[in-house]
């Protein structure tokens, strides 16, 4: 590879160590997984304070911490045109076990980073433990829940999108957020993000926490992306400012190329044309297959101005989709040919249909961003799992800055469950919150699906068994100071084959 790059830096070397922004893993196989790092001493200079030529990078991963048992090991391009980022995928390594990896730039070496190979397909496992989150606004509190996640034995992390948030800086003073007084703790840098290099930068200043780092290190993820990687309620390749499509897409694509430089994705997800493959499936032997959705980059433009409203004719339109044809049609065959003991749908906005019932409303209010905006779409997912008899069904969502937990109905409230859904609540988006009985809590407590709601922040742990599925809702009593204290809000448990959440 070196060989073919006239202009190939081997031995390059630093004033500042170049591993500011840390190591991650993810996208783990039975066989590998994604190791990812960025070469950015001065994150938030153009061009992470690198010189713009292709520079050697070299990688090793190891059968222990302490590295005494090297068992992969290579050289990687970090190349300019893609940020001086790095994305290895190891292969040849032994399935359901832990690795740990580092890389080295001339004389420097990053820290190292742990991960994970999943289970060979169709062997036994036991248990699979996941958090699951989102969300974590810079500007709104410290990001104590990834360092909480990472002193959790997870074997995964699914980050369900919100990764940064495309805003402004907000200034330091006093401002309304949700009808409350609230003063940023930490700033953004610079306007609202629109080039490439807004949204390098934006990530660097993101992933420059230590806790984040910390979590990132810790375990692999499976990401994805909501809509604050591109613009706030982005559908397909229209925005929420009226822009013309031909332009935003121009945004679009820098954002998902800034979105792949700085996270651990497959080549198969590498930006192509404007457009991210990021639907994908994941076995986690015979107990749990993963389905990560994508859910803005084919849906149908948000009903109704984006607004919350009552269900109408467009709200019900089966012309109208979330998920696309091709992703739909993809999950359904999966979901129906699945053979392990637990499914989980792991996506972006909530499935639950949560009815607003507000004082001078004449009908109830859905959102129109989540699942309750796009019935047919929501209609058939049911359907499919429902007449089939797929009783093994769980799924984890987020976007909201609460958590929820409550069983999946049809039509709105019709029949027995077909599903459950846990929505993680946010890292830090929304401060410390309002816990419970703010308008909105009042506005949905009556719907007799959900199960639990705080608007406080945290993160959902899961811990799958055979036979059953428990879910925790973790909760830090402030993000607003550092050392915030974690509990448990709630937890629940399904048993493998009865549909619904039991409190626990």
């Given at each position: 590879?070196?060989?073919?790059l006239r ?6 070397v630093?004033?500042v160590p170049?591993f500011?922004l840390?190591?991650a893993?993810g996208?783990?196989a039975a066989?590998?997984f994604?190791?990812?790092t960025r070469?950015?001493p001065e994150?938030?200079?153009?061009g ?5 030529v ?5 990688w090793?991963?190891?059968?222990d911490e302490g590295?005494r ?6 050289d990687?391009?970090a190349h300019?045109?893609?940020a001086h980022?790095v994305?290895?995928?190891v ?19 990053s820290l190292a ?13 036991d248990?699979?433990?996941?958090a699951?989150a989102?969300c974590?606004?810079?500007?709104e509190g410290h990001?104590t829940?990834?360092?909480k996640?990472?002193e959790e034995?997870v074997?995964?992390v699914f980050?369900y ?8 800086a907000?200034?330091p003073?006093?401002r309304?957020?949700n009808g409350?007084?609230?003063s ?8 609202e993000i629109?080039?490439i ?5 934006r990530?660097?200043l993101?992933k420059s926490d230590a806790?984040?780092?910390?979590a990132?290190a810790a ?8 809509d604050h990687e591109?613009?706030?309620n982005?559908a397909s390749d229209?925005d929420q400012d009226g822009t013309?499509a031909?332009?935003?897409?121009y945004r679009?694509?820098a954002?998902?190329?800034?979105y ?10 590498m930006?192509?044309d404007g457009?991210?493959?990021?639907y994908?499936r ?5 107990l749990?297959?993963?389905?990560f959705?994508?859910t803005?980059?084919y849906?149908?433009d948000?009903?109704q ?9 467009e709200v019900?339109?089966?012309h ?7 992703q ?6 999966g979901l129906a040919r699945g ?14 249909q949560l ?11 859905y959102?129109m961003?989540?699942?309750s905006g796009?019935?047919a779409s929501r209609g058939?997912l049911?359907d499919?799992i429902?007449?089939r008899?797929?009783?093994?069904v769980?799924?984890?969502?987020g976007d909201?800055?609460?958590?929820f937990?409550?069983d999946v109905?049809?039509n ?6 077909v ?5 993680a609540?946010?890292?830090t988006?929304?401060a ?10 009042q506005s949905?407590?009556?719907?007799a699906c959900l199960?639990a709601?705080?608007d406080?922040?945290?993160?959902l742990l ?9 879910g925790?809702?973790?909760?830090l009593?402030s993000v607003?100071?550092?050392?915030g204290?974690l509990?448990?809000?709630?937890s629940f448990?399904?048993?493998r084959g009865?549909?619904?959440l039991?409190?626990v």
């Amino acid at each position: 590879m070196a060989a073919t790059l006239r202009n190939l830096r081997e031995d390059p070397v630093f004033v500042v160590p170049p591993f500011q922004l840390g190591v991650a893993s993810g996208d783990p196989a039975a066989d590998g997984f994604v190791i990812w790092t960025r070469l950015a001493p001065e994150p938030l200079r153009s061009g992470g304070g690198m010189p713009m030529v292709p520079i050697l990078v070299k990688w090793e991963v190891a059968a222990d911490e302490g590295f005494r048992t090297i068992v992969a090991k290579g050289d990687a391009i970090a190349h300019p045109e893609l940020a001086h980022s790095v994305h290895v995928e190891v292969a040849g390594l032994q399935p359901d076990r832990p690795y740990w990896y580092r890389f080295q730039c001339g004389k420097e070496r990053s820290l190292a980073g742990r991960s994970l190979t999943l289970p060979l397909p169709g062997a036994r496992k036991d248990r699979v433990r996941f958090a699951v989150a989102g969300c974590q606004h810079y500007e709104e509190g410290h990001y104590t829940a990834w360092r909480k996640i990472a002193e959790e034995p997870v074997d995964f992390v699914f980050h369900y999108g919100d990764y940064i948030y495309e805003g402004r800086a907000t200034g330091p003073g006093p401002r309304l957020m949700n009808g409350r007084i609230f003063s940023p703790l930490r700033q953004h840098v610079g306007d609202e993000i629109y080039s490439i290099d807004d949204y390098r930068r934006r990530y660097a200043l993101y992933k420059s926490d230590a806790d984040l780092q910390a979590a990132h290190a810790a375990a692999p993820w499976f990401v994805s992306f909501d809509d604050h990687e591109v613009d706030n309620n982005w559908a397909s390749d229209i925005d929420q400012d009226g822009t013309p499509a031909e332009i935003f897409r121009y945004r679009r694509a820098a954002a998902m190329q800034a979105y792949y430089e700085h996270m651990p994705l497959r080549r198969s997800s590498m930006p192509m044309d404007g457009h991210m493959q990021m639907y994908r499936r994941a076995a986690f032997g015979d107990l749990m297959d993963a389905y990560f959705l994508d859910t803005r980059q084919y849906r149908s433009d948000q009903a109704q101005g984006d607004i919350d409203a009552p269900i109408n004719a467009e709200v019900l339109s089966p012309h109208r989709t979330l998920m696309g044809d091709r992703q739909e049609a993809w999950l359904f065959g999966g979901l129906a040919r699945g053979t392990a003991r637990w499914q989980l749908i792991a996506q972006q906005v909530m499935l639950m249909q949560l009815a607003q019932h507000r004082e001078g409303l004449a009908a109830p209010h859905y959102s129109m961003d989540q699942w309750s905006g796009y019935l047919a779409s929501r209609g058939r997912l049911l359907d499919h799992i429902a007449d089939r008899r797929l009783t093994n069904v769980l799924t984890v969502s987020g976007d909201a800055h609460r958590h929820f937990a409550g069983d999946v109905l049809r039509n709105g409230g019709e029949g027995p469950a077909v599903t459950s859904e846990y929505l993680a609540t946010s890292i830090t988006s929304g401060a410390d919150g309002t816990g419970d009985g703010d308008a909105y809590h009042q506005s949905v407590s009556g719907n007799a699906c959900l199960k639990a709601m705080t608007d406080r922040r945290g993160y959902l742990l899961c811990d799958v068994n055979r036979d059953s599925w428990r879910g925790d809702l973790k909760i830090l009593d402030s993000v607003m100071r550092p050392d915030g204290q974690l509990s448990t809000f709630a937890s629940f448990v399904s048993e493998r084959g009865r549909p619904g959440l039991q409190r626990v």
